[in-house]
């Protein structure tokens, strides 16, 4: 419900009594679980952190399968997460809170190594994988905010050719 909420109206929607009320619980019972608004924030971005990315990273790093084929199972479990609404909410709740700020920086970097790794099997250059992998984190992370989803994907998404381009390897 928290998360949610973050999604739609932002941090400082985040309140206890609010979400008790729409949880219907009292508030006493809402601090049985968390101890303060703080500790209810910080499990939010632990949260975010395990689930958005170390669980995604761990799932691929267990596959073996053709690299495009392990990069669209991140694609897909990016998008069955709808991981790009809280990386958003993130984004913008870093900008009011530099520990959050300082939070996103470390999630996208261990983003970017993740992708640059898999990436490596192509053998470019370091600079192409840096570029690459950043092309691959930025575009995921936030194409379903930015494309309208359909039954089928992101309407008008190219994204056998955004892969293509990402990997440098032309599907046969």
């Known amino acids: 419900m928290a998360l949610n909420v973050l999604v739609s109206d932002g941090v400082d929607a985040v309140r206890i009594a609010d979400l008790a009320r729409q949880l219907k619980i009292s508030k006493s019972g809402f601090y049985w679980h968390f ?3 703080a500790d209810l924030l910080d499990s939010m971005k632990s949260y975010w952190v395990e689930d958005f990315s170390h669980q995604i990273i761990s799932e691929t790093l267990g596959q073996e399968r053709p690299l495009r084929d392990r990069l669209l ?13 809280l990386d958003l909410a993130f984004t913008s709740w870093g900008r009011s809170d530099p520990d959050v700020a300082s939070l996103v ?9 993740f992708i640059r790794n898999l990436l490596a099997e192509t053998g470019c250059t370091n600079t192409e994988l840096d570029a690459r992998a950043q092309l ?10 930015t494309f309208a989803p359909t039954k089928y ?6 994204l056998n050719m955004i892969l293509d381009i990402v990997t440098g390897i032309q599907k046969p």
Not at 105 to 113: A, C, I, L, N
């Open 105 to 113: 920086g470390r999630v996208t970097d261990m983003r970017v190594e």
């Open 35 to 37: 101890r303060d608004r």
């Open 136 to 145: 691959f984190v930025v575009y995921f992370s936030w194409s379903e905010v």
């Open 73 to 85: 199972s991140v694609v897909q479990t990016i998008r069955k997460k709808r991981s790009g609404d």
């Open 153 to 158: 994907g992101l309407l008008g998404e190219k």
